[in-house]
């Protein structure tokens, strides 16, 4: 196996080895790595797609971890693309400085900046760490270049304070040693701070078939009893969460150093509801691993149909592209860094939404986390289907 690629044997968070796999979705290709005309010709990378559970701590994890240095060297994901994420991000700086007032910010994998920005406006100082250089935007945010773990934790402590609020949305999930991510947050966060992580809840997942959520980056699939086991090891707790409409579905956990800890009746009711699923036994991800399986031939046949386009050239389409082998003539995305490209696998053209749909017949909504937000420019834009 290449360097750029191992094999997991153990749970990355209580380092069990035994683990259950329970899905299969095949040798894919990276969902964010979009192509340019001329290498759609060329040999791509690919990797087992398999995901497998924890049964001590409850953690699903992808069965292999591609190196980071080939998935975020150049990302093509921007988060301020979507109305409906700048609207969470301006509500999320809202509701934390209204309690708190403006205070040290600092982001990790802050994309684009979109989040930082919004905090800024309300007279908070911000910095952002954020790897792919490409997606940076001039947008009077601090960035650092650099990935996030515990070496540079310190250097930003010393270089900066410690931050009064600490903010991870949609990494926790990407993050390989997540006790180190975990141990440098602790290590930069002040004596009274807080720290907001947003991640996907497992049930979502398992509950809705949404298998598409599935792909490389996402090497880790959380609930509460894992994620407060990592969290108590690096010194932190979990003291409350709540759910949050974005992405189709995602819990945003409240962290503080582990001597301030106490637990909400929200924590509680989610640690039940948990417990009530049966999360830590292997049936519901039995069920779940039947369920997607016994779909693909449907989505096949779906996916058949002549005068189809995609819209929304997202990662998580790209899993179910590939895992149903559709072809369909173009996929419209708004984002500009993906236009004039070709989808992985797939290869699919990428191309700008245009002006007038009315003379297209049918749409597949790949980004359907963002469905009520596309369903609104399509019907704006004349399409019927």
Not at 114 to 126: N, P
Request: charged share 20%; aromatic share 10%; glycine share 8%.
């Amino acid at each position: 196996m290449g360097s750029d690629l191992t094999r997991r044997t153990s749970c990355r968070i209580c380092d069990n080895p035994t683990l259950f796999e329970y899905l299969d979705l095949g040798e894919q290709p990276l969902a964010n790595a979009f192509l340019h005309r001329e290498d759609v010709e060329l040999p791509e990378f690919t990797a087992p797609l398999r995901i497998q559970l924890c049964e001590r701590c409850g953690l699903s994890q992808l069965t292999h971890t591609v190196a980071p240095e080939r998935m975020y060297s150049h990302y093509l994901y921007c988060s301020g693309v979507s109305n409906g994420w700048r609207e969470h991000c301006v509500r999320l700086a809202q509701e934390y400085t209204k309690e708190h007032g403006a205070g040290f910010v600092l982001e990790i994998a802050a994309n684009d900046g979109t989040l930082l920005s919004a905090f800024k406006a309300l007279g908070c100082r911000v910095l952002g760490i954020e790897p792919a250089q490409n997606i940076l935007q001039p947008t009077g945010v601090p960035m650092l270049p650099v990935y996030w773990d515990s070496a540079i934790a310190q250097k930003v402590a010393i270089a900066n304070g410690k931050a009064d609020l600490i903010v991870a949305t949609n990494v926790l999930g990407h993050v390989d040693n997540v006790l180190d991510f975990l141990d440098g947050i602790r290590q930069a966060l002040d004596r009274w701070g807080i720290v907001i992580i947003e991640c996907p809840h497992i049930m979502p997942l398992l509950y809705l078939n949404a298998f598409d959520t599935i792909y490389h980056e996402h090497l880790s699939y959380w609930s509460l009893r894992p994620l407060q086991k990592a969290a108590t090891q690096a010194g932190l707790s979990v003291f409350d969460c709540k759910p949050q409409p974005i992405h189709g579905g995602t819990m945003r956990y409240y962290l503080c150093h582990l001597k301030n800890a106490y637990l909400t009746d929200n924590l509680v009711g989610l640690w039940k509801r948990e417990d009530d699923q049966g999360l830590r036994t292997p049936e519901p991800y039995r069920e779940f691993g039947a369920a997607v399986r016994n779909v693909r031939p449907k989505l096949v046949e779906a996916l058949k149909r002549a005068d189809l386009w995609g819209f929304g050239a997202s990662a998580k389409g790209n899993t179910l592209l590939n895992y149903a082998g559709a072809r369909l003539h173009g996929i419209f995305d708004d984002s500009p860094t993906k236009q004039g490209l070709f989808t992985p696998g797939t290869h699919i053209p990428v191309q700008a939404l245009p002006d007038d749909l009315s003379t297209i017949a049918a749409l597949a909504l790949l980004s359907w986390n963002w469905g009520a937000e596309l369903k609104q420019k399509a019907r704006e834009r004349g399409f019927k289907g």
